[in-house]
């Protein structure tokens, strides 16, 4: 099983930065893709950034020029980078991966627990 750890919430005024982390742990054969969701009140879970194992990356169009996600492979562990961040950002961000543990089972996806953002003056 894969285990998701993320970090780097908090609070932060409107045109503030944080950066996020997430650590995957666990028996880890191949890692697909990595990326970040988040889901506000009364809102459904959006995906926020994803990038695969060779580096592409994709971005929802409300965080574009705004967010950076990156990757080190080699301690598997998704950064997302938010700046100019805005009250809208305000939600519970949580990691994600499609990864499997051996090299004849199948792709999954895994969750984290999540990290609350807020955005507020």
């Known amino acids: 099983q894969v285990r998701l750890v993320e970090s780097g919430g908090g609070l932060v005024q409107p045109g503030g930065s944080l950066r996020l982390s997430c650590a995957a742990s666990g028996s880890i054969f191949s890692i697909k893709a990595m990326g970040w969701y988040r889901q506000a009140p009364g809102k459904q879970r959006e995906l926020v950034a994803s990038i695969t194992r060779s580096g592409i990356p994709n971005y929802a169009d409300s965080v574009k020029g705004r967010f950076t996600i990156s990757t080190d492979n080699a301690k598997n562990t998704v950064h997302l980078q938010m700046n100019s961040l805005k009250p809208e950002d305000t939600a519970v961000y949580y990691c994600?991966?499609?990864?499997?543990?051996?090299?004849?089972?199948?792709?999954?996806?895994?969750w984290g627990q999540g990290t609350q953002v807020t955005v507020s003056s």
């Open positions: 994600n991966t499609n990864a499997k543990t051996t090299a004849w089972s199948t792709f999954r996806d895994s």
